[in-house]
C-alpha cells in the first residue's frame, strides 16, 4: 500500500512534465517531486523514517504540481479500472504504468526498476475474465477523462486511443 500510494506521486510528476501544459511552476513542484520519490524508491529501505518525511514531503509537492497542470494518460485508465473493477487508485496507477512503455518508455522502464528493487508483486490477470461489455465499460470509463487525455495526447487523442487500442492496454494488466 506505501509503494501503490507513492507511485501515485511519482506518477502525477511524469505525466504534469510530459503534457502539454507544462509551465515552470507545475515543472517545479515536478521535478523536486520525482527526485525524492526517485530516492525514496531506489533506496534500501522504502519506509525508514528519512524516506517517509522525503515522500510526505514529495506527495505535497506533486499535488502542487498536478494542482497546477494536468495529469496524463496513466490517471484516466487508471481511473477506468477504479470504476469498472473497484481497484484502489494507487494500485490502478501501478497497474497501468507496468504497461505505458509505448508512452512513458523511459518512466516506464524506471518504474519497473523500483518494483524489483521493492519486491513488489503487481496482480497480474486482472482483466483475464472480462467480457466484451467489461472491456467496453472500461473504455468508456476512460476515455470520458477528455483534458488529461488531451494533455498527454493532444486534441485528436481519440486517434490514438481507439476502443481497440484501450482494450489492447488493458489486456496486458
Known sequence: QYFYTGMDTYIHCIES?????????????????LL?????FGSADMQSSENREKLMVASYL???????????????????????????????????????EEFYPEETSE???????????????????????GF??????????????INALGEDFKKILTRSKVIEIFERI
Do not use: W
Open 17 to 33: 512534465l510530459k503534457g502539454r501544459h507544462r509551465h515552470p511552476i507545475a515543472d517545479a513542484f515536478s521535478e523536486e517531486a
Open 36 to 40: 525524492l520519490s526517485k530516492t525514496v
Open 62 to 100: 506533486g499535488g502542487c504540481a498536478i494542482a497546477n497542470s494536468y495529469v496524463g494518460l496513466v490517471h484516466p485508465l487508471s481511473a477506468g479500472l477504479s470504476t469498472v473493477l473497484n481497484i484502489h487508485h494507487g494500485l490502478a496507477n501501478c497497474l497501468i504504468m507496468n504497461v505505458m
Open 111 to 133: 518504474f519497473h526498476e523500483f518494483v524489483k528493487k521493492q519486491g513488489v508483486e503487481l496482480p497480474k490477470g486482472i482483466t483475464a475474465r472480462l467480457n466484451e461489455e
Open 136 to 149: 467496453d465499460r472500461l473504455y468508456k470509463s476512460s476515455i470520458i477523462h477528455e483534458k488529461p487525455l
